[in-house]
């Protein structure tokens, strides 16, 4: 199976989308998605037809790691 191009439409995924208990109700939320081929999918909430970006699971696990570390806190 071919890699998902970033861009794709979102809802044409087969994907179970999740969000972050830490969304809230106005709709600030990026939602995400593991793809059978292993890459890690990320779209707007509000836009759930949209554009999805597509990652590998180790450039996830790359942001995941700075966010903790807080090297993205001044973004904030």
């Not at 439409?9 to 999740?18: G, H, M, R, V």
Request: proline residues 5%; hydrophobic residues 40%.
């Amino acid at each position: 199976m071919p890699p998902v191009q970033n861009g794709v439409q979102a809802s044409s995924l087969d994907a179970c989308w999740i969000k972050s208990r830490h969304s809230n109700a106005e709709g600030n939320c990026v939602e995400v998605a593991t793809l059978v081929d292993g890459g890690i999918a990320m779209r707007n909430s509000r836009d759930p037809d949209g554009p999805a970006l597509v990652y590998t699971a180790a450039e996830v696990a790359a942001f995941v790691a700075g966010a903790k570390d807080g090297e993205f806190d001044h973004l904030l």
